[in-house]
């Protein structure tokens, strides 16, 4: 395999690139970025032993979700994408929380409304019972 | 013969002389300073070998990166990074942050190893994805739900309204500046029944605002996506 047609990863591991590299069809050499974070971040080792674990029909999404993951961490070293796990968590126990005040204030709004329903009833039938007496 | 046997002898000897003795300083190294547990059970993670020294059997260093973050107690957080990671990865990663963020790093580093391990296609990828759908689900339910109370409150301000037009038309009420009530009194007493002008009674005060558990009528939608918050590390409060 010549140097040009080395993958990204043979490329910074500067090895020769086989014809079934497993990282060629995921880490191509047009964007070598891709692989620096995720060998960075999980090393080329560990990227081989996971893709290799996998469903060849699956390894292309892991691939990518990696590379998210790797980017994330170079980004911010101390939280990577775990902050946005956070943030969504934290974010969702807030509406569940607005959720529940806004289903007892339903609870309550219904309540009232069957109460004057009934009202408006009764009223109605003392005003019928009025006019009648007084046609009679 | 006679040679042979001296030298086993001290061969003997040697070895014998060698479990012996105790405290030289290579071994302590050796040992892992094991036998020097102490008094302070605070100290404990400092004095023996830390769950990263234990897992990659090496001599656990005072100035061990791992230790203060990987207690023995907890072999599993370790075995989860460095099946990720990789041992000189984390090394590496928290030997970048300062210092006082480390126990953040090497938390959010098991945290997040934990879910690629759980799912090894998408890991936190899947977390993020999941979790985004659950917030948009509930996002829609409360605007549905507001958008339902406020029909309530129409309805309740129409209704209040229609109530005081309904006392105001009335024929029936009483009112001292009616000219009937002056000219013909027996006219007045003969018009009828009076009808009870019906006002709307006092609404009861709204129940207690909830502050921090929800009522139990609140079901939380169901999701078949996995259950993502139930992956906790001890020291959650570092996200405070």
């Known amino acids: 395999m010549s140097n040009s047609t080395r993958c990204a990863g043979c490329k910074l591991l500067r090895r020769r690139c086989p014809e079934d590299c497993i990282l060629s069809p995921y880490f191509p050499k047009n964007n070598p970025q891709r692989f620096l974070s995720v060998h960075k971040i999980f090393g080329a080792c560990n990227i081989t032993r996971m893709l290799k674990s996998l469903p060849v029909d699956q390894r292309a999404i892991a691939a990518d979700c990696m590379s998210y993951e790797a980017e994330r961490r170079v980004e911010d070293p101390v939280y990577g994408c775990v902050k946005i796990i956070y943030g969504l968590q934290k974010k969702k126990n807030e509406i569940e929380l607005e959720l529940a005040k806004a289903r007892s204030e339903i609870v309550f709004h219904s309540a009232v409304d069957t109460q004057q329903q009934q009202q408006q009833q009764v009223s109605w039938s003392i005003t019928n019972a009025t006019q009648q007496s007084d046609q009679v | ?240």
């Open chain 2, 1 to 240: 013969m006679s040679r042979d046997r001296e030298r086993f002898d001290e061969v003997g000897k040697k070895i014998k002389r060698e479990s012996n003795v105790p405290s030289t300083t290579t071994d302590h190294n050796r040992m892992g300073r094991r036998h020097l547990l102490g008094p302070h059970p605070g100290t404990l993670n400092t004095i023996t070998p830390c769950a990263a020294c234990k897992l990659l059997r090496r001599r656990c260093a005072q100035e061990c990166p791992f230790s203060p973050y990987f207690s023995p107690h907890e072999p599993q957080k370790f075995a989860s990074v460095h099946k990720v990671f990789g041992a000189s990865n984390v090394s590496k990663m928290l030997m970048e942050v300062p210092e006082s963020q480390r126990a953040d790093a090497a938390n959010s580093l098991v945290y997040e190893a934990n879910v690629r391990l759980r799912d090894p296609v998408y890991g936190c990828m899947g977390a993020i994805s999941a979790l985004q759908q659950q917030v948009q689900a509930l996002q829609a339910e409360l605007t549905a739900v507001r958008a339902e109370i406020l029909k309530y409150k129409f309805r309740e301000t129409a209704a209040a309204a229609a109530a005081a037009v309904a006392v105001v038309d009335s024929p029936n009420i009483i009112a001292t500046t009616h000219p009937l009530t002056h000219h013909h009194p027996q006219a007045f007493m003969s018009a009828g029944t009076v009808s009870i002008a019906v006002l709307p009674p006092p609404i009861p005060p709204p129940p207690p605002r909830v502050s921090s558990s929800p009522p139990p009528l609140y079901t939380p939608p169901s999701s078949a996506a996995t259950d993502y918050s139930c992956i906790s590390n001890e020291n959650d409060s570092f996200f405070g």
